[in-house]
Structure formats: structure tokens, C-alpha cells
T-cell receptor, first 114, second 114 residues
């Protein structure tokens, strides 16, 4: 079974500043990793995913994430945040066999301060 | 395709009543998932279908919960004899069989049990 840990429940950051949201995973097999974003009263939307290959993956809205196998991490970054990035961000994992369900972390609320 | 649709968006019910939610997935997707999300938590897996077959059900799911996908298209989730602890956002998602493409989520049904 896989699990995900998001250490930061809330991250406040000033507008136009950089941000990093941390995610660590646990698995005994190879994994796929995902970041989803959830705006208030909405479902989750896929931001980006790591399947294989390049460890730096780029997603929508200027976000990127880096897969680090030795540290079992998949941190999400954005060089300059905007007010509209205020949302909750979920890291998620599934095994790379790809037929199993996705397991989500507890989420990190990103609050962008004007 | 308009994405994953869930109905209703909001449901308020009295404790002890039965409720039923509906999910219409993306037509090309043959996998359908139900998750539950409580305040401050990530989505928690409930069950999933491949076509009309229910392939996995969470051990956390009590016997009061039942889900169906009779023709491999839309799905219903029924909760019998609702309890206050059932208050949550119920999320539906769909995907192709391999999770590599990620899930497409609906906007969810928010259940409040009073």
C-alpha cells in the first residue's frame, strides 16, 4: 500500500513570492505521483503528474514539481504566486502498475496574501 | 463532453433518513470512483467500478453504504439511516483503466445530516 504525507497544513505567502509545497510518499513499489488543486466548493483538478522519465514535471498555471526517489519526495513549486492560486493542494500516489486506486494526502492550504 | 456531473450539489437531511447521490462520468471512461472528503482532510477512498463491476470497497465503508453502476454508465451512492458522522463532501471521479492519466473529478455533493 502507498501513503502520502503533506507536512504543512497551511502555507501563507505574499503575492509574487515563490512557494514550495512539500510532499513525501511511502511505497514498496514504483509509483505514479500527482498534484491536484481544489478551489472552494469545487472538485479536484489535476495540476501535474510524474509517471517516469524526467524528474522535473511541469503542469498548468505555472506550477512544477520534482520527483526525488532517494528522498521519496515530490515537492510542488511556483516561482511567483498570484492571488488566484489561493486554494487547497493535494499530493497523491498510486502504484505504477496503474490499475490501483489513487491515495491522497491531507492537503495544504495555500493562502496568497496581497 | 461536459465532464463529470454530480447531483445534487447540496443535500440536507435529518438523521435516520436515506439519501441517494448520482454521478455521471465522462462517457469514454470505464472506471468510476467514489471518495469522501471531510473538513481539513484529503479525499478518502470509498469504492470503485470498472464498467458495471464493483472491484473494491473500502473496509471503512459500513453496511449502510451501497453503490451501483448498473449499466456501466452513471453510478448511484446510497446511504441508509444517515448519521451526523456521514456529513461530508462526496466526490465522484472517472478515468481510463490505467491511473496514469489521472482522475477527472466532479464538483461533489455536500451532505449535511442534522
Amino acid at each position: 500500500a502507498q501513503s502520502v504525507t503533506q507536512l504543512d497544513s497551511q502555507v501563507p505567502v505574499f503575492e509574487e513570492a515563490p512557494v514550495e509545497l512539500r510532499c513525501n510518499y511511502s511505497s514498496s513499489v514504483s509509483v505514479y505521483l500527482f498534484w491536484y488543486v481544489q478551489y472552494p466548493n469545487q472538485g479536484l483538478q489535476l495540476l501535474l503528474k510524474y509517471l517516469s522519465g524526467s524528474t522535473l514535471v511541469k503542469g498548468i498555471n505555472g506550477f512544477e514539481a520534482e520527483f526525488n526517489k532517494s528522498q521519496t519526495s515530490f515537492h510542488l513549486r511556483k516561482p511567483s504566486v498570484h492571488i488566484s492560486d489561493t486554494a487547497e493542494y493535494f499530493c497523491a500516489v498510486s502504484d505504477s502498475g496503474g490499475y490501483q486506486k489513487v491515495t491522497f494526502g491531507t492537503g495544504t492550504k495555500l493562502q496568497v496574501i496581497p | 463532453d461536459t465532464g463529470v456531473s454530480q447531483d445534487p450539489r447540496h443535500k440536507i437531511t435529518k438523521r435516520g433518513q436515506n439519501v441517494t447521490f448520482r454521478c455521471d462520468p465522462i462517457s469514454e471512461h470505464n472506471r468510476l470512483y467514489w471518495y469522501r472528503q471531510t473538513l481539513g482532510q484529503g479525499p478518502e477512498f470509498l469504492t470503485y467500478f470498472q464498467n458495471e463491476a464493483q472491484l473494491e470497497k473500502s473496509r471503512l465503508l459500513s453496511d449502510r453504504f451501497s453503490a451501483e453502476r448498473p449499466k456501466g454508465s452513471f453510478s448511484t451512492l446510497e446511504i441508509q439511516r444517515t448519521e451526523q458522522g456521514d456529513s461530508a463532501m462526496y466526490l465522484c471521479a472517472s478515468s481510463f483503466p490505467r491511473t496514469a492519466d489521472g482522475y477527472t473529478f466532479g464538483s461533489g455533493t455536500r451532505l449535511t445530516v442534522v
